[in-house]
């Protein structure tokens, strides 16, 4: 079975520092894409960045980037100089055939 | 485009009515999916069609829930019997064929189920 962990489920993060979300997961394929999405309060989710199991070199998109290691079947997030906008709820996503499979999210809050 | 769109955004209800929601997704993605996420855990899959059949449905869709997308564009959730532990929110997504490769969702806002 497809599963996603995410341990912590709260973090905080002052203004302008970086911080760094976990998740684990399990499965038996071989390609799969990971993801992060972001939920905002009372928002829709929206990707945040995605990783290609078949590549080695971790994805970046502006102030996120990923740390994936196969191996170890871990995808943490980081996100550099955390803006106030950044406070929401984040998931941890595998792709599972043709849906994907979430984590329990981890609530983000940037103090000011 | 407007995105996935989902109405009612809010519902409540009382315990053995029956409700439904809507989902309208980006109008060129043919599938389409719908997710149910309990508070402060992770959104969980229920079903999803391919235009309009559907082609897959987890073991939380009881028998009390039923999905349809007639044409192959918007779609509906339909809960009978509502109970107390119906209450959740409801999020549709959607893709094209072309990103099933990125695996990529666009999800609406969801809808909001108060089952009382």
């Known amino acids: 079975a497809q599963t996603v962990t995410q341990s912590q489920p709260e973090m905080s993060v002052q203004e302008a520092e970086t911080v760094t979300l976990s998740c684990t997961y399990d499965?038996?394929?071989?390609?799969?894409?990971l993801f992060w999405y972001k939920q905002p309060p009372s928002r829709q989710m929206i990707l945040v960045i995605r990783?290609?199991?078949?590549?080695?070199q971790n994805a970046t998109e502006n102030r996120f980037s990923v740390n994936f290691q196969k191996a170890a079947k871990s995808f943490s997030l980081k996100i550099s100089d955390s803006q106030l906008g950044d406070t929401a709820m984040y998931f941890c996503a595998l792709s599972y055939g043709n849906k994907l499979v979430f984590g329990a999210g981890t609530i983000l809050r940037v103090k000011s | 485009d407007t995105g996935v769109s989902q109405n009612p955004r809010h519902k409540i209800t009382k315990r053995g009515q029956n409700v439904t929601f809507r989902c309208d997704p980006i109008?060129?993605?043919?599938?389409l999916y719908w997710y149910r996420q309990t508070l402060g855990q992770g959104p969980e899959f229920l079903t999803y069609?391919?235009?309009?059949?559907?082609?897959?449905k987890s073991r939380l869709l009881s028998d009390r829930f039923s999905a349809e997308r007639p044409k192959g564009s918007f779609s509906t959730l339909e809960i009978q019997r509502t109970e107390q532990g119906d209450s959740a929110m409801y999020l549709c997504?959607?893709?094209?064929?072309?990103?099933?490769?990125?695996?990529?969702?666009?999800f609406g806002e969801g809808s909001r189920l108060t089952v009382l």
């Open positions: 997504a959607s893709r094209d064929d072309q990103d099933i490769g990125t695996g990529e969702l666009f």
């Open positions: 069609f391919q235009n309009e059949a559907q082609l897959e």
């Open positions: 990783q290609e199991a078949y590549k080695q």
């Open positions: 499965t038996s394929e071989n390609n799969y894409y």
């Open positions: 109008s060129e993605h043919n599938r």
